[in-house]
């Protein structure tokens, strides 16, 4: 790593375009013995893991959760936050063989990374207890061996909101138990995939108390601005009732951050040489020095784009097999085969997309190059955060495109070192939202209260269950309101579901289609990726190229009824790009101000975005060879 810093700071070439450079200190941990309250089983866990003592946050975050308050932790990168709920987990399984936890994580990929730890954590232990992941790709066998036996499972928001909380009566052992519900990485529920959590997570409150359980949500996440505030909204408790755990007693290793601008192309249009060229010549350096990386590209495409020529330019040094890819579209097995190359060592280099900026263990890497700004300060140093986590010096390099943000940062570098983390918002009194939730909720439970009396003018005042965000009377207009629809019947005072369908399954967390396309090679029918509905329409329209570990493949035949697409491996000069045409539309203005020059608007309205066609860019070059 010297040998590259000294080459930043020496050649004049790379020196010019280095806008800023930051370099941030170590700090010592700050160390307390384990709180008393832990006990045998815990401690035991802790010295096979050669643990003495804990980090200060982690002691505070386990005292908090063993006196029975709902817990937030919002501290670095790599500062030991799992083990603030792993530990007051482990107590609850020792104290109470009935105890059950469940841990929900934001994506599949990262609930099968922590499986592993956690069944290490319960064997030193000295626990029998298995833990399994419960998701899409589970076998019908084990899923009926986690309800059966599992005191603790690990899970994502989709398989919880569409797969175990209508069926919570065959989970009912499970859920008589549940003593704490864990949800990792906070920061990532925000906007309209956030307010689908906190109905998620009230939905699973309300399903705890069904069975008799009222069980505490220990949080983490990344720094963001109002950690206390998001997770007592997504916990659906007041903020006296959360303990925020924000000062971290973990050690931090030296850190440099260069902000690097590339040469100008065109003064008058402010054009710059490709950001993904430049990040791919420094990440093509630290290769060289056998410096472990990772790279952030932009989108999928620019992904492969950039493993294809760094493989050209640095392959020789450990072998194509130690630069890899890391997407979405990756099939699993894909994907947790470079988990465990990069836990073990066996790869040097990792191109991804924000797919590994969540907390996935991806061992020791010592430097990170961002190929443009990944849109806020806090995906920023969550990206940043991924090196140096054995504690030695690492270093960051963010390469700047020609966008005017991009460029703004390089211009004012302490609108990003200076600046605080952005808070996350969400909505979850949005209509929209929390109809469809509500459907889900009668579904799975009926409710109780009272009715509005003989009178419609004057109806009586509802008393009885709320649903999340609305009041008694709210609660009871909405369910009338279904109701009126036929799908929902009104007996007793009780508010059953009648409908035909089943509505979890209609109601996509994550405002996507839930069917994903599935990619196969023609040549010997085998499924090489798949891809999610809205991006298969730019990059598995027929003629595409599409790129697939730095290999391309051509789209012979898009079928839409069966959700596949045909391709075949071939070997051109460029790849394609899809042209879009977009409209914003208002359908209706809910009220305007003068703002600026112009004026700002709240209101709704309609995006539509098509396809029109193609472009054919050259490799290397990235010359236009023509359009389709």
Same mark, same amino acid.
């Given at each position: 790593?010297?040998?590259?810093?000294?080459?930043?700071?020496?050649?004049?070439?790379?020196?010019?375009?280095?806008? +800023?450079? #930051?370099?941030?200190? $170590?700090?010592?941990? &700050?160390?307390?013995?384990? %709180?008393?309250? *832990?006990? !045998? @089983?815990?401690?035991?866990?802790?010295?096979?893991?050669?643990?003495?003592?804990?980090?200060?946050?982690?002691?505070?975050?386990?005292?908090?959760?063993?006196?029975?308050?709902?817990?937030?932790?919002?501290?670095?990168?790599?500062?030991?936050?799992?083990?603030?709920?792993?530990?007051?987990?482990?107590?609850?399984?020792?104290?109470?063989?009935?105890?059950?936890?469940?841990?929900?994580?934001?994506?599949?990929?990262?609930?099968?990374?922590?499986?592993?730890?956690?069944?290490?954590?319960?064997?030193?232990?000295?626990?029998?207890?298995?833990?399994?992941?419960?998701?899409?790709?589970?076998?019908?066998? +084990?899923? #009926?061996?986690?309800? $059966?036996?599992?005191? &603790?499972?690990?899970?994502? %928001?989709?398989? *919880?909101? !569409? @797969?175990?909380?209508?069926?919570?009566?065959?989970?009912?052992?499970?859920?008589?138990?549940?003593?704490?519900?864990?949800?990792?990485?906070?920061?990532?529920?925000?906007?309209?995939?956030?307010?689908?959590?906190?109905?998620?997570?009230?939905?699973?409150?309300?399903?705890?108390?069904?069975?008799?359980?009222?069980?505490?949500?220990?949080?983490?996440?990344?720094?963001?601005?109002?950690?206390?505030?998001?997770?007592?909204?997504?916990?659906?408790?007041?903020?006296?009732?959360?303990?925020?755990?924000?000062?971290?007693?973990?050690?931090?290793?030296?850190?440099?951050?260069?902000?690097?601008?590339?040469?100008?192309v065109n003064e008058e249009l402010g054009v710059r040489e490709s950001s993904l060229k430049h990040a791919v010549s420094i990440a093509a350096e630290l290769v060289r020095a056998r410096v472990p990386t990772i790279v952030f590209g932009p989108s999928r495409n620019s992904v492969e784009v950039m493993l294809k020529y760094l493989r050209a330019r640095a392959g020789d040094v450990a072998g194509a097999g130690a630069i890899m890819g890391?997407?979405?579209?990756?099939?699993?097995?894909?994907?947790?085969?470079?988990?465990?190359?990069?836990?073990?060592?066996?790869?040097?280099?990792?191109?991804?997309?924000?797919?590994?900026?969540?907390?996935?263990?991806?061992?020791?890497?010592?430097?990170?190059?961002?190929?443009?700004?990944?849109?806020?300060?806090?995906?920023?140093?969550?990206?940043?955060?991924?090196?140096?986590?054995?504690?030695?010096?690492?270093?960051?390099?963010?390469?700047?495109?020609?966008?005017?943000?991009?460029?703004?940062?390089?211009?004012?570098?302490?609108?990003?070192?200076?600046?605080?983390?952005?808070?996350?918002?969400?909505?979850?009194?949005?209509?929209?939202?929390?109809?469809?939730?509500?459907?889900?909720?009668?579904?799975?439970?009926?409710?109780?209260?009272?009715?509005?009396?003989?009178?419609?003018?004057?109806?009586?005042?509802?008393?009885?269950?709320?649903?999340?965000?609305?009041?008694?009377?709210?609660?009871?207009?909405?369910?009338?309101?279904?109701?009126?629809?036929?799908?929902?019947?009104?007996?007793?005072?009780?508010?059953?579901?009648?409908?035909?369908?089943?509505?979890?399954?209609?109601?996509?967390?994550?405002?996507?289609?839930?069917?994903?396309?599935?990619?196969?090679?023609?040549?010997?029918?085998?499924?090489?990726?798949?891809?999610?509905?809205?991006?298969?329409?730019?990059?598995?329209?027929?003629?595409?190229?599409?790129?697939?570990?730095?290999?391309?493949?051509?789209?012979?035949?898009?079928?839409?009824?069966?959700?596949?697409?045909?391709?075949?491996?071939?070997?051109?000069?460029?790849?394609?790009?899809?042209?879009?045409?977009?409209?914003?539309?208002?359908?209706?203005?809910?009220?305007?101000?003068?703002?600026?020059?112009?004026?700002?608007?709240?209101?709704?309205?309609?995006?539509?975005?098509?396809?029109?066609?193609?472009?054919?860019?050259?490799?290397?070059?990235?010359?236009?060879a023509g359009y389709g």
């Amino acid at each position: 790593m010297d040998a590259v810093l000294a080459a930043f700071q020496e050649q004049g070439k790379l020196r010019r375009c280095i806008a +800023a450079e #930051r370099r941030f200190g $170590e700090a010592e941990a &700050v160390l307390r013995p384990p %709180p008393p309250a *832990l006990g !045998a @089983g815990a401690r035991q866990a802790l010295a096979a893991l050669g643990i003495s003592e804990l980090y200060s946050h982690q002691v505070e975050a386990i005292e908090a959760a063993l006196a029975g308050r709902h817990v937030v932790i919002a501290t670095p990168t790599a500062s030991g936050k799992s083990l603030c709920f792993h530990l007051p987990v482990l107590e609850a399984l020792a104290r109470n063989p009935a105890a059950t936890a469940l841990y929900v994580y934001p994506t599949k990929a990262l609930s099968r990374d922590q499986e592993h730890s956690l069944l290490g954590l319960l064997g030193n232990a000295g626990l029998a207890s298995p833990a399994m992941v419960v998701d899409g790709d589970t076998p019908g066998d +084990a899923r #009926r061996a986690a309800r $059966e036996r599992c005191r &603790v499972v690990l899970t994502n %928001p989709d398989m *919880l909101h !569409a @797969g175990i909380l209508p069926s919570h009566a065959r989970w009912a052992s499970f859920f008589q138990g549940l003593e704490y519900v864990i949800v990792d990485e906070l920061h990532t529920y925000r906007g309209v995939f956030g307010s689908h959590m906190a109905h998620v997570l009230a939905r699973l409150r309300r399903i705890a108390r069904f069975h008799g359980r009222d069980p505490q949500i220990l949080g983490a996440t990344a720094t963001i601005g109002n950690p206390l505030a998001h997770a007592a909204r997504l916990y659906g408790v007041p903020e006296d009732a959360v303990t925020l755990v924000d000062r971290s007693g973990a050690p931090r290793a030296a850190r440099e951050v260069y902000i690097y601008n590339p040469p100008v192309v065109n003064e008058e249009l402010g054009v710059r040489e490709s950001s993904l060229k430049h990040a791919v010549s420094i990440a093509a350096e630290l290769v060289r020095a056998r410096v472990p990386t990772i790279v952030f590209g932009p989108s999928r495409n620019s992904v492969e784009v950039m493993l294809k020529y760094l493989r050209a330019r640095a392959g020789d040094v450990a072998g194509a097999g130690a630069i890899m890819g890391y997407r979405g579209g990756y099939l699993p097995e894909t994907r947790r085969r470079v988990e465990a190359g990069l836990r073990n060592g066996e790869i040097l280099c990792v191109v991804a997309t924000n797919a590994l900026e969540l907390g996935i263990d991806i061992g020791d890497l010592d430097a990170v190059v961002c190929a443009g700004y990944p849109g806020s300060v806090a995906a920023t140093w969550q990206r940043f955060g991924r090196a140096g986590r054995r504690g030695t010096r690492s270093i960051a390099v963010l390469v700047c495109s020609s966008s005017a943000l991009d460029q703004y940062l390089a211009r004012d570098p302490d609108a990003l070192f200076a600046a605080s983390p952005e808070e996350a918002r969400i909505d979850p009194t949005n209509v929209e939202v929390s109809i469809q939730h509500l459907k889900c909720a009668v579904f799975e439970a009926p409710f109780q209260l009272t009715a509005a009396g003989p009178l419609p003018a004057r109806p009586a005042p509802a008393v009885g269950e709320n649903h999340f965000g609305l009041d008694a009377n709210a609660t009871r207009d909405a369910l009338e309101y279904l109701a009126g629809h036929g799908l929902v019947h009104a007996s007793a005072g009780r508010y059953h579901w009648v409908g035909e369908a089943f509505p979890a399954s209609s109601v996509s967390l994550r405002n996507i289609g839930w069917d994903n396309f599935v990619i196969i090679d023609v040549e010997n029918g085998r499924s090489i990726a798949e891809l999610d509905y809205r991006a298969t329409h730019t990059m598995l329209h027929e003629q595409a190229i599409y790129q697939h570990d730095a290999e391309q493949y051509q789209v012979e035949r898009l079928d839409f009824e069966n959700h596949k697409a045909f391709v075949r491996k071939v070997e051109p000069d460029y790849f394609t790009t899809a042209l879009t045409y977009r409209t914003v539309s208002v359908i209706e203005e809910a009220s305007t101000r003068p703002f600026g020059a112009g004026h700002i608007g709240l209101g709704d309205v309609k995006v539509l975005e098509r396809v029109t066609g193609y472009k054919k860019i050259k490799f290397f070059t990235h010359e236009n060879a023509g359009y389709g």
